[in-house]
């Protein structure tokens, strides 16, 4: 257990739908980040946000969306889904550089979502 | 930018034998951290070894470890005595020693054991 927590781990629902995926990081950690993994795809990294401000993008669509709130969990907003939205979708989390845990970011167990 | 380039796709071994997986990167900057992650079938991502770029000494975690060659931005796994239980997707991901920076990954090696 990587101290990620990750909801829901399975979603299914409809194209030009909308819907939100939840994390809590480890406790202390103040990094969380965003990955997204289709079935034949690398890890793509999504956006990291670090005590509640957006830090770094990467390959996140406008139609997606995240925040992290002041008790630094995350949401991950996926809005007007397409078919190949299909994937899971990671949440992660260090600790502060100079803490402990040696600048290693931890996994959840993920989110599945099946876009039908 | 930084890269990551695993040139392996798939890879298979026999139990109880060694098998070396290969890893590249590409930075400018000095001071970075390298890792492998294990995706079984589960699809959880498991750190299975770290390695500080200032650190000449290679990591070991039990059976694994890694060949870092800083110089030529290789770092390879090594997987001594192998289980069925490592049958898995490996990755190489790279993190540079900035504040809050993401991991960047390589494409992945698919590794087989079979009995």
């Known amino acids: 257990d990587s101290g990620v927590t990750q909801t829901p781990k399975h979603l299914i629902t409809a194209t030009g739908q909308r819907v939100t995926l939840r994390c809590s990081p480890r406790?202390?950690?103040?990094?969380v980040y965003w990955y997204q993994q289709s079935l034949d795809q690398g890890l793509q990294f999504l956006i990291q946000?670090?005590?509640?401000?957006?830090?770094a993008k990467g390959n996140i669509l406008e139609r997606f969306s995240a925040q992290q709130f002041p008790d630094l969990h995350s949401e991950l907003n996926l809005s007007s889904l397409e078919l190949g939205d299909s994937a899971l979708y990671f949440c992660?989390?260090?600790?502060?550089?100079?803490?402990?845990?040696?600048?290693?970011?931890?996994f959840g167990e993920g989110s599945w979502l099946t876009v039908v | 930018a930084q890269t990551v380039t695993q040139s392996q796709p798939e890879m298979s071994v026999q139990e109880a034998e060694t098998v070396t997986l290969s890893c590249t990167y590409d930075t400018s900057e000095n001071n970075y951290y390298l890792f492998w992650y294990k995706q079984p079938p589960s699809r959880q991502m498991i750190l299975v070894i770290r390695q500080e770029a200032y650190k000449q000494q290679n990591a070991t975690e039990n059976r694994f470890s890694v060949n870092f060659q800083k110089a030529a931005k290789s770092f390879s796994l090594k997987i001594s005595d192998s289980q069925l239980g490592d049958t898995a997707m490996y990755f190489c991901?790279?993190?540079?020693?900035?504040?809050?920076?993401?991991?960047?990954f390589g494409k992945g090696t698919t590794l087989s054991v079979s009995s």
């Open positions: 946000y670090y005590n509640g401000e957006e830090r």
């Open positions: 992660a989390s260090s600790a502060p550089f100079g803490g402990t845990g040696k600048n290693t970011i931890y």
């Open positions: 406790s202390g950690d103040l990094s």
């Open positions: 991901a790279f993190r540079t020693s900035q504040a809050g920076t993401a991991l960047i």
